[in-house]
């Protein structure tokens, strides 16, 4: 699987007649198609990350549209197409996706029915489907039944249907039909909830969980203070390869294809960070390329998301930290972005690994009273001076 950089772009068929262009988003590097049928213009989103897949897609449908006797089906029910996005583009993505698409593939088909067509669907099934889904609470293997979900995780489910009704309409059947005109749900608003949880992590919470983190793994430590230290998202923490750490340029190298948004940098490592790196490499000297974070049945593979989930868990408990829901390994991230403030925004999108400073001020900076008593203090000291 190639993932395009930004930038990238493809472009095939004649111009003024079958023209379709494969491109990344400059921002989210998700891919999307572009081209005119009917005389409309459509842009279409892939719902993955795959170049070459892209430019596959873009060829049917350059193809597809050099037919002019092609029709609309617009028959095609939910089931048909979730069945064959999820035979066709689902395996495309990473694995964590692929089996969210699987679960709300089921979701909503248990709420809107698999013999809906897909071109009746209105605004009032988005809304009931997200009516529905807030009472039918998370039913995922492991979770207490029926615990409430919050609107970030529906929106996640109606984002995969948005996924498919968009793919659909470059679709074609084997009768050269699209297997829909349009996106009847297009531009439909998202569930926004009022208040979201994102608490930070203290100093003093931290200091207690680096001081049991020996009891729950011989990598937890490491893995706490470099979610301290560089403000990364534990997933591409824990995929870290020796090779990445970059010891005598102090820089850590954090891959595209490992990264939620496809961010590739390398970026300056802290003292701190640097040196529980080099222990940790003194420790366990490996031969070969190899996981920072190697799973403990196979230390061919890096250690799972469940398992530093686990980690994390198992040290709030011996640190006698009381639960709190939004408390996890993100926390840190936003602990990074408020201790850091002072930072220019520009400076801190590269060193925590954002693209959006707006996202940075909208989710992970908090106003902290010592931050706020210290601008109070500078800005009497400039009024007195100016007098």
């Not at 995922?140 to 489910?157: F, L, Q, S």
């Not at 926390?331 to 693209?355: E, I, M, N, Q």
């Not at 008593?373 to 009024?383: D, F, P």
Request: glycine fraction near 8%; proline fraction near 5%; aromatic fraction near 8%.
């Amino acid at each position: 699987m190639t993932s395009p950089k930004q930038g990238w772009s493809f472009s095939t068929g004649e111009r003024g007649r079958n023209r379709v262009r494969a491109f990344a988003h400059p921002v989210t590097g998700r891919l999307f198609l572009e081209f005119t049928d009917h005389g409309r213009r459509k842009r279409v989103a892939l719902g993955h990350r795959d170049g070459e897949a892209a430019k596959a897609r873009a060829e049917e449908v350059a193809a597809a549209l050099r037919r002019p006797d092609l029709q609309v089906a617009g028959n095609a029910t939910l089931a048909t197409l979730f069945d064959i996005y999820r035979r066709e583009v689902t395996p495309l993505k990473g694995a964590s996706k692929q089996q969210h698409d699987h679960r709300a593939a089921a979701l909503l088909l248990a709420c809107l029915g698999g013999h809906r067509k897909a071109a009746t669907l209105s605004r009032r099934d988005w809304d009931r489907y997200i009516e529905w889904r807030r009472h039918e609470g998370d039913g995922r293997a492991g979770r207490a039944r029926k615990r409430p979900v919050r609107d970030r995780m529906i929106t996640y489910d109606l984002k995969f249907l948005q996924a498919v009704l968009n793919w659909a309409t470059t679709a074609r059947d084997e009768r050269g039909s699209l297997l829909l005109a349009q996106n009847p749900l297009k531009r439909l608003p998202w569930p926004k909830e009022q208040s979201p949880r994102r608490p930070i992590l203290t100093d003093a919470q931290y200091r207690k969980l680096l001081a049991v983190s020996v009891q729950v793994s011989p990598l937890f430590g490491l893995a706490l203070t470099l979610a301290h230290e560089t403000g990364h998202r534990i997933g591409a923490i824990r995929l870290l390869r020796w090779s990445d750490v970059l010891f005598d340029r102090t820089k850590v190298r954090w891959r595209g294809e490992q990264d939620k948004i496809g961010l590739e940098q390398e970026v300056e490592l802290s003292r701190k960070a640097l040196r529980v790196l080099k222990q940790a490499r003194r420790e366990r000297p490996a031969i070969g390329d190899v996981w920072v974070f190697p799973s403990p049945e196979d230390p061919t593979q890096p250690c799972s998301r469940h398992l530093v989930r686990d980690w994390w868990e198992r040290g709030e408990a011996l640190a006698g930290l009381a639960h709190e829901a939004g408390l996890g390994w993100h926390s840190l991230r936003r602990k990074f972005a408020t201790d850091l403030k002072h930072v220019p925004l520009v400076d801190l999108c590269y060193l925590g690994g954002w693209k959006d400073p707006q996202t940075i001020l909208r989710c992970y900076q908090r106003p902290d009273e010592r931050t706020m008593r210290q601008a109070l203090a500078n800005r009497g000291r400039r009024v007195a001076g100016g007098r």
